[in-house]
């Protein structure tokens, strides 16, 4: 069996329609397997590859070039908690509560918690500034948080 099921293949498949070739479903199958598995490995470029009549080179290159897919050395956790670093969010506290965000979870930005439940990013700008400091977790965005708002967030099932 392959890396990627039938059923994610499906849903990589349903994108066809909407783009002008299949090359322009690159950045959407990506995320779609990176949403399914947290992580997209060497074996399922190549899968995506295939699927969209490309060389895996190319998905590689599509995947190296944004910092938002992990592969298999890597994969993220269950939960990826993001903590804006905007030049809004940093003058109202963003800086600091990335600090006691990782002070927290006992990692820096860019690593997952050894549990695999948490892997805590930054970001250059969640585009809340009306609401910093923001937070973004999967694909859910938080305004205006603390520390302690934060840590009752992640640990949130």
């Known amino acids: 069996m392959g890396a990627l099921s039938e059923e994610i293949r499906e849903r990589i498949r349903a994108e066809f329609p ?3 070739n299949k090359r322009a ?4 199958a990506l995320h779609i397997v990176q949403d399914a598995q947290r ?3 060497i074996e399922a470029m190549r ?6 009549e490309l060389h895996p080179a190319e998905v590689h290159d599509t995947m190296s070039f944004y910092g938002f897919f992990r592969d ?3 994969p993220l956790g269950k939960k990826r908690v993001w903590v804006c670093r905007s030049i809004s969010c940093m003058l109202r506290g963003g800086e600091e509560l990335l600090a006691d965000v990782c002070h927290d979870l006992g990692v820096k ?3 997952t918690t050894a549990d695999g439940e948490v892997t805590l990013e930054f970001a250059e700008c969640l585009g809340v500034c009306e ?3 923001c937070v973004l977790v999967n694909d ?4 205006n948080m603390t520390a302690e708002s934060t840590r009752e967030l992640i640990k949130k099932p």
């Open 131 to 133: 609401g910093a400091p």
């Open 18 to 20: 909407k783009y002008p």
């Open 72 to 74: 298999e050395k890597a």
């Open 140 to 143: 859910e965005c938080y305004p």
């Open 25 to 28: 479903v690159t950045l959407n």
């Open 39 to 41: 992580q997209v490995s």
């Open 109 to 111: 930005p860019g690593e």
């Open 47 to 52: 899968e995506i590859a295939e699927l969209l």
